[in-house]
T-cell receptor, first 115, second 114 residues
């Protein structure tokens, strides 16, 4: 079974440019998460989807960040415009059941560098 | 929100030695989880603990859910070079409406000297 797929793996952009990250969760997983991981820190939740509904986006900086999961499967996270402080690893994770204290499966992440 | 204090921040040990790391919180959690992250990869779950006082093993790994529900430790016995990586604790808390919130510690970076 394929794991969580993310692309691109690396992205280097100049500040003020837009950038988008893509995630394809494990087949059949209804819950999808986007996390931000700064260097030397643990992942921090940005947004959580149950199917196509964003049920927790309280930590998403909505002035420049947006996300969508239109068909309840794959998801896109966008930053526009990017700032220097956005340099980090963006992790996507999925889990099979909403509300279950079960495992979140993480993708390899997209490492963003903003110059 | 909840904050987790994970220690030590980093460890250098000789191959074959045992390792211990822990996490503490000012808040209680329903579940404690321990993840390992290799460079360039996402975290991978090692052990999940669901009950206060629970002691669980997974091969050379042993973890315990503290009685107060505010702490957990992870032990690795007889370390080997492939144990190198960053270990994260994570506390999971029911946040209402059937959803759970996961809070990560800052990680313990483990280096194993052959």
């Amino acid at each position: 079974e394929a794991g969580v797929v993310q692309s691109p793996r690396y992205k280097i952009i100049e500040k003020k440019q837009p950038v988008a990250f893509w995630c394809n969760p494990i087949s059949g997983h209804n819950t999808l998460y986007w996390y931000l991981q700064n260097l030397g820190q643990g992942p921090e939740l940005l947004i959580r989807y149950e199917n196509e509904e964003a049920v927790d986006d309280s930590q998403l900086p909505k002035d420049r960040f947006s996300a969508e999961r239109l068909k309840g499967v794959d998801s896109t996270l966008k930053i526009q415009p990017a700032e220097l402080g956005d340099s980090a690893v963006y992790l996507c994770a999925s889990s099979p059941l909403a509300g279950e204290p079960n495992e979140q499966f993480f993708g390899p992440g997209t490492r963003l560098t903003v110059l | 929100g909840q904050q987790l204090n994970q220690s030590p921040q980093s460890m250098f040990i000789q191959e074959g030695e045992d390792v211990s790391m822990n996490c503490t919180s000012s808040s209680i959690f329903n579940t404690w989880l321990w993840y390992k992250q290799d460079p360039g990869e996402g975290p991978v779950l090692l052990i999940a603990l669901y009950k206060a006082g629970e002691l669980t093993s997974n091969g050379r790994l042993t973890a315990q859910f503290g009685i107060t529900r505010k702490d957990s430790f992870l032990n690795i016995s007889a370390s080997i070079p492939s144990d190198v990586g960053i270990y994260f604790c994570a506390g999971q808390l029911y946040s209402g409406a059937g959803s759970y919130q996961l809070t990560f510690g800052k990680g313990t970076k483990l280096s194993v000297i052959p």
